[in-house]
Each structure stands twice: as C-alpha cells, then as structure tokens.
C-alpha cells in the first residue's frame, strides 16, 4: 500500500540497525520514546528484536489515557451520573478503573455513556438531543486540545448550551521536565513526540537539548521513522552533539501550527497544577477552559466530588510511567492486573506501555524463558 | 342447484368457507404483537411467508418438529444467534449470515451439514417487507448451501425489547466418515492456510454503520464454506484443525487452536491477504485486520506433506480462489501466536480484548 509499505521495509530497517550498533560501538544507550503512539509501534512491529541489543528503549509518560488519576474518573462517574445527561468521551477511557469502577460499569448500571470518535461527534449528539445536557470528556496532550478547543467556538458561536467540555487536556512539556528532575533515571536520549509537535513544533525542546545536554529528535510513527529516530539520537551522541532534530519533516513544520496554539489559547487557561497518575502533581501541566468559556465547562456546571483519589497500593504505574521498571517487572503485571481488569491505567490503552507489552511483546520474554530451560537442561 | 343456495344465511358461512380454505396470505405491513400469538395471525405469517419460502417436504406439515432419517455415523449439531446491525449491508444481510453461519460451524466440525432450524424474535412494528427480504435471502442462501430449514420458531416482543430482528439457526449434519477436525489436533511442523483476504465482513459492518464517513467500496464475504470444506477433503481426510475466523478474527481463533494444542503457532505478517481498501480502513482507524470479523473465511491446519495440494485444491473453488499459507506450527512457546512482522520483528498476537465492533454478526 503506498505511503505505508515504504516505511515498513525490512531491509532498510536492517541496514538503519547496522548503522546504530556502528555508531553507538555497542554501548549501553537507554532512550525514551515520550510518546506512547511510539510505544504502539515499538511493539507492533517488534522494533525492540531489530536494533542492536545495547540499545534499550524506555517508554514515557506520553499516554493521555495512562497519565489520568483517579480522582478525575471519580468525577467522571458523579458527572454521567447527573440526570439527563449523556456522557461522552474517546473508548480507551471507557475501560479506565476510578475507585468506583469504570465508565463501562456505569454504563451497565444505566448511565447514558457514549463512546465518540471526536468532540464534534459528541457536539453532535448535543444538538441532536436539545433536551439532554452532553458532557465531553476531553483528554489528550496537545494532539487532542485543538480539536476541543475548535468544537467550543463553534458551540459559542451556535449558542449551543446543552454541551459542555470536562478537561483533562494535559502538556507534554512539564512531565518531561518533571522526569528530568527526578533523580531514579538516568537517560541519553529522547525520541521526540510526533503529533504534539505537529501543534507545538520542535523549538519548545531546545531546553532539553541546551539545559540538560539529552539529544531529542522529533519522530513520526511508522517502524522506519522510529528506527531512524534512534539512528539519529545515536549519530548526535557520537557527534557529541546535543540538539533538537526533527525526524518527521513530512508532518512536522519546526514552527507547529500557529493558529492551532491560537484557538487553545484562546479556549483554554493554564491550572497552576495538576495531578498526573503515578507522577503526582505537576505545576503548570495542565488546561482548564478559560473564563470566556465558563458556561461550557462541566467543572463548573456540576458538582465534581474533586477528591485526590490514592492509587492501588499494588499498581505501579508511576514507575512504569516514569521508565524506571519495565512493564513486567511490576508486582501485578500479567496476574491480577492484565488488559481485561487492568489495575492501573498503563493495562488499558493501547498506547499503555503495559498493556502494549502484553499484548505485543511476551514472545522475547518467553523465548528468553525457553533458551534459559534450555541452558539449564544441556547444564544437567 | 344446492337447496340451500336461496338461503342468505348458509349462503354467507358457504362463502366464508370458500374463503378460510384459500392459502394465507400476508397482508399487514408491519409485524403487530398478534403475529406472535400463536393465532390466526401467527398462522398466517408462518405459512405465507416462512412455509412458501423454505417449502421442504419435512417443513411442509408444519408439525411441531421434524423427523428425518439419518444414516449410520456421528451427527454433528450447532447453534448461533444473529443480532448483527444494520440488518442490511453490502455482500448480505442479516439472513444470510444465519444460514452461512451455522452451515460454516457444522463444515468446521468436519461435517456435512443438512438440517436447520430457525427462530426469529421480531420487535413489534418491524416493517413486513424487511422481513420479506431477509427470509428470501435464507431461502436462497439455504439452496446454495444445499441444506434444508426444517423447523422454526417465531416470537414478538414489544417494540423497545428488541432491535428489530434476532435470528437463532440450530444446524446438524453428518460427520465425514475417517475425519477427526478438533483445536486439539495441530502439531509441530503443520502448515496454517487461510482461504482468503481477511477482516472484510467487520470492516463492511463498521462502514456501512455510517459513524466514520468512510467511502470506499467494502463488502462482506459471507458465503457458505461446506463446499470449499468438502474440496479440501477430497485431497485428504488429513485436516487437523479447521475454524472460520468470525468475531475476534483471525488472531483469536488461532489462539483456540495455540491454546487446546499446547503450539505456538507463528504467522508470516506479509504472507496474510488483506484486501488494499480493508488494509487502508484499518491504517486509518487504528485497527488490526487480524482481529476483524470474517464471515466466509477459513483456517486450516494441514500436515506440511498436504499443505501444497490442499492450497492448489481450495484455489479451484469460487471461495478458496486466494488460499495460500500463512504460517505454521512450531512446538515452543506452547500455548501462543505470533506474528513475524513485515519489517523482521516478533510480537504475540494475543486474544482480542474488549469489544471494538459491537454486534457484527
């Protein structure tokens, strides 16, 4: 298929891993992709089996859906539990467990909960349904914000007062500069998020480069774009270079896109913080909509309990988040937390780095299970 | 001249005889509570619309069941209830898929299937006309999969307690004799085939729902497979394991399979057929063909000594014309699928979960 199988060739990717294990003489690396549509493709096409070995990829905390706590679902459930309202939001939040179950488990107790694909679809239905009130629960980095951001002008613009917008949007930068901070992880590098960029551009990451010396290169989503992503992570260390490059040329503009940035900033003012799941809380991290739009924000419109909700002492998704474990060295990873009762929110996305992992990756830990019984009986 | 001819009341019950013996005809235009009675109305329904279009001598008595002679050997039996939404989508309806269905599960058990049973749950006020179109569409399907509709059941519910349509098909049929089709059976070394381009029944169902604006030309593949089953069988009564990938795809039924015959089974990602407009949908939508619906689709488990001829067999028959093979069994890791993906990766290919296209079938 054209624009797809070009981006999926084998032989390129061997000759690009070639080029890594050259550069990098086989050094330790630990590189983060941040995003978790990279984590996806990492697994998807088995990335990990074709770059050298020395080179080990750490996932961020760049899942919308993996970064929400739990008190933001508590609130979720109080609003879609509200009389006459039908609560929509994207399908991977419907699986997320709060503390009173998830979306899914209120949906079956009778609340009117829809799963859209968009926040104009939820507008939709808000129009449709004049004598409802439709809440749209948004959430998402700056990929998502301007979508929701363009569907509360047009609900301005077409007095349309039956919907309203419960916002979650979060920022990509502060959780990066928060992992930088933290003293447990020790990085070389950062594959740069590919859909936030095309918003903000590639010029917010300079402090990344300049301020704490780590390579960032903006990458786009199919297997080659990640493999030359490392390709160039591991050229600019053995250049001894630290800056910012931009992969994904073909989306990317350096700039982002200006008048996306302007209906955010004009729909949406910054929370002096926000708790992130497993990160705790981050100042300045996170939008509420802004005072023009008042009349649309559900915060304001319904009683949201608004509780710090602790997470499960098992569940440890802040390190997994942070790239400090990996997905199976969790205590509950696989046994009582997988994909069909996930625990944390990491098991429930698709972009999760835990829920990626098992679904996609146990083949090289059970090959590497298999060749260790092997060892062992040739030892006996 | 009938002495009672100049009677005007004899004359009137004569004339209402005349009429009561007349065959029944079908006029409402919409299904009305009355029509699952069990009366008049029930009747009627019964023998204009479903006797007329499935007449069988075994159906035509309209007792409460039907008796039939069965040679010596081992009966096979299945059942699946049909809920899917829209009723109506390019490549078939809701009608089709009940025949296809159920004839694909007793051709998957290794057997040639004979009889069905069919009982529909209409929603009060569906149109009759709808209801016209889907049992045609049975008649005809039941003819090209050569079985017969023996017996059937119908029930009205109030409008609200069902979404226009359910449709349950039971089916028997007759076990090849020297066959023994079961998950159980794969072992290290057999060859997987699939019969043909995956995932389009699911995507056609999503498109056709209207919800994502997605042009292009999908249609589903629902189609009767006894016959591609009985072209395979004549090459060999060697077929370990045979599963038509419906809901969940092509990845969970090769996990049954993984999973009751303790194999890993190992899938070549550019071995496997998908059709460019399905592919380009799932791109777009983020979607695995692997875990989308098929409904007129195989897998087979094949020694690797038959594996070839059985591939150019299938390849000869209308629904086998893209057969090829897709992979093949290996003894460890026992109990997974994984796929070798397109650019030299692995990634285990695990049983869908959750719910990504409701009711497609």
Same mark, same amino acid.
């Given at each position: 298929?054209?624009?797809?199988?070009?981006?999926?060739?084998?032989?390129?990717?061997?000759?690009?891993?070639?080029?890594?294990?050259?550069? @990098?003489?086989?050094?330790?690396?630990?590189?983060?992709?941040?995003?978790?549509?990279?984590?996806?493709? !990492?697994?998807?096409?088995?990335?990990?089996?074709?770059?050298? @070995?020395?080179?080990?990829?750490?996932?961020?905390?760049?899942?919308?859906?993996?970064?929400?706590?739990?008190?933001?679902?508590?609130?979720?459930?109080?609003?879609?539990?509200?009389?006459?309202?039908?609560?929509?939001?994207?399908?991977?939040?419907?699986?997320?467990?709060?503390?009173?179950?998830?979306?899914?488990?209120?949906?079956?107790?009778?609340?009117? !909960?829809?799963?859209?694909?968009? $926040?104009?679809?939820?507008?939709? !239905?808000?129009?449709?349904?004049?004598?409802?009130?439709?809440?749209?629960?948004?959430?998402?980095?700056?990929?998502?914000? $301007?979508?929701?951001?363009?569907?509360?002008?047009?609900?301005?613009?077409?007095?349309?007062?039956? *919907?309203?917008?419960?916002?979650?949007?979060?920022?990509?930068?502060?959780?990066?500069?928060?992992?930088?901070?933290?003293?447990?992880?020790?990085?070389?590098?950062?594959?740069?998020?590919?859909?936030? @960029?095309?918003?903000?551009?590639?010029?917010?990451?300079?402090?990344?480069?300049?301020?704490?010396?780590?390579?960032?290169?903006?990458?786009?989503?199919?297997?080659?774009?990640?493999?030359?992503?490392?390709?160039?992570?591991?050229?600019?260390?053995?250049?001894?270079?630290?800056?910012?490059?931009?992969?994904?040329?073909?989306?990317?503009?350096?700039?982002?896109?200006?008048?996306?940035?302007?209906?955010?900033?004009?729909?949406?003012?910054?929370?002096?913080?926000?708790?992130?799941?497993?990160?705790?809380?981050?100042?300045?991290?996170?939008?509420?909509?802004?005072?023009?739009?008042?009349?649309?924000?559900?915060?304001?419109?319904?009683?949201?309990?608004?509780?710090?909700?602790?997470?499960?002492?098992?569940?440890?998704?802040?390190?997994?988040?942070?790239?400090?474990?990996?997905?199976?060295?969790?205590?509950?990873?696989?046994?009582?937390?997988?994909?069909?009762?996930? !625990?944390?929110?990491?098991?429930?996305?698709?972009?999760?780095?835990?829920?990626?992992?098992?679904?996609?990756?146990?083949?090289?830990?059970?090959?590497?299970?298999?060749?260790?019984?092997?060892?062992?009986?040739?030892?006996? | 001249?009938?002495?009672?001819?100049?009677? %005007?009341?004899?004359?009137?019950?004569?004339?209402?005889?005349?009429?009561?013996?007349?065959?029944?005809?079908?006029?409402?235009?919409?299904?009305?509570?009355?029509?699952?009675?069990?009366?008049?109305?029930?009747?009627?329904?019964?023998?204009?619309?479903?006797?007329?279009?499935?007449?069988?001598?075994?159906?035509?008595?309209?007792?409460?069941?039907?008796?039939?002679?069965?040679?010596?050997?081992?009966?096979?039996?299945?059942?699946?209830?049909?809920?899917?939404?829209?009723?109506?989508?390019?490549?078939?309806?809701?009608?089709?898929?009940?025949?296809?269905?159920?004839?694909?599960?007793?051709?998957?058990?290794?057997?040639?299937?004979?009889?069905?049973?069919?009982?529909?749950?209409?929603?009060?006020?569906?149109?009759?006309?709808?209801?016209?179109?889907?049992?045609?569409?049975?008649?005809?399907?039941?003819?090209?999969?050569?079985?017969?509709?023996?017996?059937?059941?119908?029930?009205?519910?109030?409008?609200?307690?069902?979404?226009?349509? *359910?449709?349950?098909?039971?089916?028997?049929?007759?076990?090849?004799?020297?066959?023994?089709?079961?998950?159980?059976?794969?072992?290290?070394?057999?060859?997987?085939?699939?019969?043909?381009?995956?995932?389009?029944?699911?995507?056609?169902?999503?498109?056709?729902?209207?919800?994502?604006?997605?042009?292009?030309?999908?249609?589903?593949?629902?189609?009767?497979?006894?016959?591609?089953?009985?072209?395979?069988?004549?090459?060999?009564?060697?077929?370990?394991?045979?599963?038509?990938?419906?809901?969940?795809?092509?990845?969970?039924?090769?996990?049954?399979?993984?999973?009751?015959?303790?194999?890993?089974?190992?899938?070549?990602?550019?071995?496997? %057929?998908?059709?460019?407009?399905?592919?380009?949908?799932?791109?777009?939508?983020?979607?695995?063909?692997?875990?989308?619906?098929?409904?007129?689709?195989?897998?087979?488990?094949?020694?690797?000594?038959?594996?070839?001829?059985?591939?150019?067999?299938?390849?000869?028959?209308?629904?086998?014309?893209?057969?090829?093979?897709?992979?093949?069994?290996?003894?460890?890791?026992?109990?997974?699928?994984?796929?070798?993906?397109?650019?030299?990766?692995?990634?285990?290919?695990?049983?869908?979960?959750?719910?990504?296209?409701?009711?497609?079938?």
């Amino acid at each position: 298929m054209k624009f797809v199988d070009e981006y999926r060739d084998a032989d390129i990717a061997k000759n690009l891993s070639a080029e890594v294990q050259r550069l @990098s003489e086989g050094r330790p690396l630990k590189l983060m992709e941040v995003c978790g549509g990279h984590t996806h493709t !990492i697994y998807k096409y088995g990335i990990e089996d074709v770059l050298p @070995s020395n080179v080990d990829l750490i996932h961020g905390p760049g899942c919308p859906v993996c970064v929400i706590p739990m008190g933001r679902l508590d609130d979720a459930h109080a609003i879609a539990r509200q009389p006459d309202v039908i609560f929509t939001t994207y399908g991977d939040m419907m699986r997320v467990p709060g503390s009173q179950g998830s979306l899914l488990d209120a949906k079956a107790e009778g609340c009117d !909960i829809r799963f859209v694909y968009s $926040p104009l679809d939820a507008f939709k !239905i808000a129009k449709n349904n004049p004598d409802k009130r439709v809440v749209f629960f948004a959430i998402g980095f700056e990929t998502t914000a $301007p979508s929701t951001a363009l569907t509360l002008l047009r609900a301005k613009a077409e007095g349309i007062k039956n *919907f309203s917008v419960f916002c979650n949007h979060v920022m990509i930068l502060p959780s990066i500069k928060a992992l930088l901070d933290s003293p447990d992880l020790r990085l070389d590098g950062f594959i740069g998020p590919g859909h936030v @960029s095309t918003i903000i551009g590639c010029e917010p990451y300079r402090f990344i480069a300049e301020d704490y010396g780590k390579p960032v290169v903006v990458s786009g989503f199919e297997p080659l774009d990640v493999i030359q992503g490392v390709r160039m992570i591991v050229q600019q260390l053995a250049d001894g270079r630290s800056e910012v490059e931009n992969q994904y040329t073909r989306v990317v503009p350096w700039n982002g896109n200006a008048k996306a940035l302007e209906i955010m900033g004009r729909t949406f003012a910054l929370r002096p913080f926000f708790e992130w799941r497993g990160l705790g809380f981050i100042t300045h991290s996170a939008l509420k909509l802004s005072d023009e739009f008042a009349d649309w924000d559900a915060e304001l419109i319904y009683d949201v309990p608004g509780l710090r909700v602790a997470d499960p002492k098992s569940c440890q998704c802040g390190e997994v988040l942070k790239g400090v474990i990996k997905p199976w060295e969790c205590k509950v990873f696989g046994s009582a937390c997988t994909p069909e009762t996930p !625990i944390g929110t990491c098991m429930v996305s698709s972009e999760g780095a835990c829920a990626a992992y098992y679904n996609y990756g146990r083949f090289s830990l059970a090959a590497q299970r298999n060749a260790l019984r092997q060892e062992q009986e040739a030892v006996a | 001249m009938n002495k009672f001819s100049y009677d %005007p009341a004899l004359r009137q019950l004569e004339k209402i005889d005349i009429v009561r013996r007349q065959p029944a005809r079908l006029k409402d235009s919409q299904v009305t509570l009355s029509h699952g009675s069990g009366g008049k109305a029930t009747h009627n329904l019964v023998e204009a619309l479903f006797a007329a279009n499935f007449s069988n001598p075994l159906l035509d008595s309209l007792d409460d069941g039907a008796i039939f002679p069965i040679e010596a050997g081992k009966l096979a039996m299945t059942t699946d209830s049909y809920v899917v939404n829209p009723l109506f989508f390019p490549g078939g309806d809701i009608g089709e898929l009940a025949v296809n269905g159920t004839v694909n599960d007793l051709a998957m058990c290794g057997a040639k299937p004979l009889y069905l049973s069919v009982g529909f749950i209409l929603e009060e006020g569906f149109p009759m006309d709808d209801l016209k179109r889907i049992v045609e569409s049975m008649a005809r399907a039941a003819e090209a999969a050569g079985v017969t509709i023996v017996t059937g059941d119908t029930k009205v519910v109030n409008k609200g307690k069902a979404d226009k349509v *359910f449709i349950n098909t039971a089916g028997v049929g007759i076990l090849r004799p020297n066959v023994n089709v079961a998950a159980t059976n794969a072992q290290p070394g057999d060859k997987v085939i699939v019969s043909g381009a995956i995932g389009d029944h699911g995507i056609t169902i999503l498109a056709e729902r209207g919800e994502l604006e997605l042009e292009a030309d999908f249609k589903s593949d629902s189609a009767a497979l006894n016959g591609l089953v009985a072209a395979m069988f004549d090459v060999t009564n060697e077929i370990r394991c045979l599963k038509d990938p419906t809901r969940g795809g092509v990845a969970t039924s090769l996990n049954e399979i993984a999973k009751a015959s303790n194999v890993t089974i190992a899938v070549k990602e550019n071995t496997v %057929p998908v059709r460019a407009e399905t592919r380009g949908a799932c791109e777009i939508l983020g979607l695995d063909p692997l875990y989308i619906a098929n409904e007129g689709k195989l897998l087979a488990i094949v020694p690797a000594e038959f594996a070839d001829a059985v591939v150019t067999a299938m390849r000869e028959h209308p629904h086998g014309k893209e057969a090829c093979i897709i992979g093949e069994v290996w003894a460890e890791p026992q109990g997974l699928v994984f796929l070798q993906t397109e650019i030299g990766g692995n990634r285990v290919v695990d049983m869908l979960v959750g719910d990504p296209l409701p009711r497609i079938c």
